[in-house]
């Protein structure tokens, strides 16, 4: 799958349920969300019997939480013919280099961040971190947003200045 079919794929959501609130949509959707005490898991996804259902950790917070559940909305989306558990581990965005683990990555940025709002504080030479933190995301999905951006011609650059500080809260 390319980038273009993602973003289409996460504006067409945004534009029929209007949000990009990822909870919302799992409920429009029909994907029945669970909260369940897991160790290291951040949450997975799984289709059993027509049935979908992403699970979250109780214990991660709200940010986490919500990029978690759209990048398991992103499996639901792309994934579900695959009949495996998708599984998200210690990161809330996987950097595997799975195509599907990728696409979900690239799903749940597409949904979670506006171009025009990463744009302009791209654009005011903000960090990673700091858009991270203004838009309500991981630093991860800000980098992954900028290489999405990139391909699509939007910018010229994969590198925003001290981009790579270490983050604790927005990691």
Sequence with gaps: ?????????????????????????????????????????????????RNRYIIINDKIDDVSAKIVCAHEIGHDRFHRG???NMFQYEMCVSLKTSTPEIEANYFATEFLIYDDN???????????????????????????????????GNINVLYIPNSMVKTTDYE
């Design 82 to 84: 695959l009949g495996i």
């Design 118 to 152: 990463f744009l302009s504080l791209a654009y005011e030479n903000c960090t990673y971190k700091q858009i991270a933190y203004t838009l309500g995301v991981h630093t991860k999905l800000a980098m992954i947003k900028a290489q999405l951006l990139t391909i699509r």
């Design 1 to 49: 799958m390319n980038c273009s079919k993602i973003l289409t794929y996460a504006n067409n959501l945004i534009k029929t349920y209007e949000t990009r609130d990822p909870f919302k949509i799992a409920e429009y959707l029909g994907i029945d969300l669970k909260y369940k005490k897991m160790q290291n898991l951040k949450g997975f996804y799984t289709y059993i019997l």
